[in-house]
């Protein structure tokens, strides 16, 4: 039986989410909260007010799509009425932030995830594959380069790769450390390198920057049988090893928005989630730049 979802906001990413969402069979959307925004394109119930969208669409669970600014309002407000919360874009400015919306998760006993959608990227699941079968994996690298003047690359990209290398490394990271270089605005950072090391031994390198002239994602990781280059954005991988180079399946198809929604659903029924990035992994990352 399907699941009844509601979107909160209606602006940014949102419109991605309900592109997914209506062709699930796995969830049906009831109903589309936004006080400001509203969409005619959209198939499902428009509300501006908070408490008809939830007498009338009766939400099972809640994907919210809102900004940095109102998230943490936005959640405290959801968590009274919904015990299964998806927080599609976990960009909050601050740990004390993060740290709120646990107690308000563990005092409402909700079941909340962070959209780190990454984890479920095509590229990724067929890398993941094939790393299960290595005997070692000795380093990882990642260069993500993208436009995105004035924003905040931490929020942005820091924090998701972070993740991204904790999930190929399968360890929590033991040590850190990270520079920032200011070449496009003079109040923020818009590169960072860091570096991290695992508690199983692996050494990471994550290049990011957000004043690129291109979109370019590369993870890169050295292992026993080889070194395999995963193009996140032409999607594409392959492995070089002794014999040359070996192009390794990737299933296109593989949406990862749609993929973390079933998992989502997992975790609505169950209660229980491996796969997905929950409260305290973003409070571990976000620690690392306290």
Same mark, same amino acid.
Not at 171 to 195: G, H, L, P, Q
Not at 267 to 277: A, I, N, R, T, V
């Given at each position: 039986?399907?699941?009844?979802?509601?979107?909160?906001?209606? !602006?940014?990413?949102?419109?991605?989410?309900?592109?997914?969402?209506?062709?699930?069979?796995?969830?049906?959307?009831?109903?589309?909260?936004?006080?400001?925004?509203?969409?005619?394109?959209?198939?499902?119930?428009?509300?501006?007010?908070?408490?008809?969208?939830?007498?009338?669409?009766?939400?099972?669970?809640?994907?919210?799509?809102?900004? !940095?600014?109102?998230?943490?309002?936005?959640?405290?407000?959801?968590?009274?009425?919904?015990?299964?919360?998806?927080?599609?874009?976990?960009?909050?400015?601050?740990?004390?932030?993060?740290?709120?919306?646990?107690?308000?998760?563990?005092?409402?006993?909700?079941?909340?995830?962070?959209?780190?959608?990454?984890?479920?990227?095509?590229?990724?699941?067929?890398?993941?594959?094939?790393?299960?079968?290595?005997?070692?994996?000795?380093?990882?690298?990642? !260069?993500?380069?993208?436009?995105?003047?004035?924003?905040?690359?931490?929020?942005?990209?820091?924090?998701?790769?972070?993740?991204?290398?904790?999930?190929?490394?399968?360890?929590?990271?033991?040590?850190?450390?990270?520079?920032?270089?200011?070449?496009?605005?003079?109040?923020?950072?818009?590169?960072?390198?860091?570096?991290?090391?695992?508690?199983?031994?692996?050494?990471?390198?994550?290049?990011?920057?957000?004043?690129?002239?291109?979109?370019?994602?590369?993870?890169?990781?050295?292992?026993?049988?080889?070194?395999?280059?995963?193009?996140?954005?032409?999607?594409?991988?392959?492995?070089?090893?002794?014999?040359?180079?070996?192009?390794?399946?990737?299933?296109?198809?593989?949406?990862?928005?749609?993929?973390?929604?079933?998992?989502?659903?997992?975790?609505?029924?169950?209660?229980? !989630?491996?796969?997905?990035?929950?409260?305290?992994?973003?409070?571990?990352?976000?620690?690392?730049?306290?």
């Amino acid at each position: 039986m399907k699941l009844k979802i509601g979107i909160v906001g209606y !602006s940014g990413i949102a419109k991605k989410h309900y592109a997914i969402l209506r062709r699930s069979d796995k969830f049906e959307v009831c109903g589309v909260f936004d006080a400001s925004c509203r969409d005619d394109h959209c198939r499902a119930k428009f509300f501006d007010d908070f408490n008809s969208f939830i007498e009338e669409a009766k939400p099972q669970a809640i994907v919210l799509c809102l900004s !940095s600014d109102e998230l943490v309002f936005g959640f405290f407000k959801c968590a009274k009425y919904c015990k299964n919360i998806l927080i599609a874009e976990p960009k909050f400015k601050s740990l004390s932030e993060i740290k709120e919306i646990k107690y308000a998760a563990t005092t409402n006993k909700a079941n909340v995830c962070s959209g780190m959608s990454l984890r479920f990227n095509p590229v990724i699941t067929s890398l993941k594959r094939a790393l299960a079968k290595e005997e070692e994996i000795y380093s990882i690298n990642i !260069s993500h380069c993208v436009s995105m003047p004035g924003k905040n690359i931490v929020r942005e990209l820091c924090m998701f790769d972070i993740d991204l290398a904790k999930i190929l490394s399968n360890s929590e990271i033991y040590e850190f450390s990270y520079s920032e270089a200011n070449k496009t605005n003079a109040r923020s950072a818009d590169n960072v390198a860091m570096k991290l090391k695992t508690k199983n031994q692996i050494l990471i390198n994550i290049s990011n920057s957000i004043s690129s002239c291109i979109n370019r994602f590369v993870v890169e990781v050295n292992a026993k049988s080889g070194v395999y280059i995963g193009d996140l954005s032409g999607v594409r991988l392959h492995q070089l090893n002794e014999y040359g180079q070996i192009n390794l399946k990737v299933y296109q198809d593989e949406n990862e928005i749609k993929t973390q929604y079933d998992e989502f659903y997992n975790l609505c029924q169950s209660g229980e !989630s491996s796969e997905l990035s929950n409260l305290d992994d973003l409070i571990k990352i976000k620690e690392l730049f306290a």
